[in-house]
């Protein structure tokens, strides 16, 4: 089975910056889509990023110009580079993985950014 591996998470000031990383241990495929959410206690989850294995990327709103999703189809691997950090983006960010098939989601780690 597959397990998705978050890490990069912790605690920074606004206006700073942080890398997320999720490796997809015990993968064999290329998935069709991987993704970042995120959830904040009582809220629900959302999408923050997204890329197909094609290259093609989305991007909520509010991280638009200040985050960038990429990944390694050889390796299986996502990763967000966050920059400017707003203390709205605290939350747990969850690493998603994707095909016609299945739905995997890793543990998350947690991403605090303070005023």
């Not at 709103?61 to 985050?67: A, I, L, N, P, Q």
């Not at 990763?79 to 983006?89: A, G, V, Y």
């Not at 690493?95 to 998350?108: E, I, K, L, T, V």
């Amino acid at each position: 089975q597959v397990q998705l591996v978050e890490s990069g998470g912790g605690l920074v000031q606004a206006g700073g910056s942080l890398r997320l990383s999720c490796a997809a241990a015990g993968s064999i495929f290329r998935f069709n889509t991987m993704a970042w959410y995120r959830q904040s206690p009582g809220l629900q989850r959302e999408l923050v990023a997204a890329i197909s294995s094609g290259g093609v990327t989305n991007y909520a709103d509010s991280v638009k110009g200040r985050f960038t999703i990429s990944r390694d189809n050889t390796k299986n691997t996502v990763n967000l580079q966050m920059n400017s950090l707003k203390p709205e983006d605290t939350a747990v960010y969850y690493c998603n993985a994707r095909n016609p098939f299945s739905d995997y989601w890793g543990q998350g780690t947690q991403v605090t950014v303070s005023s």
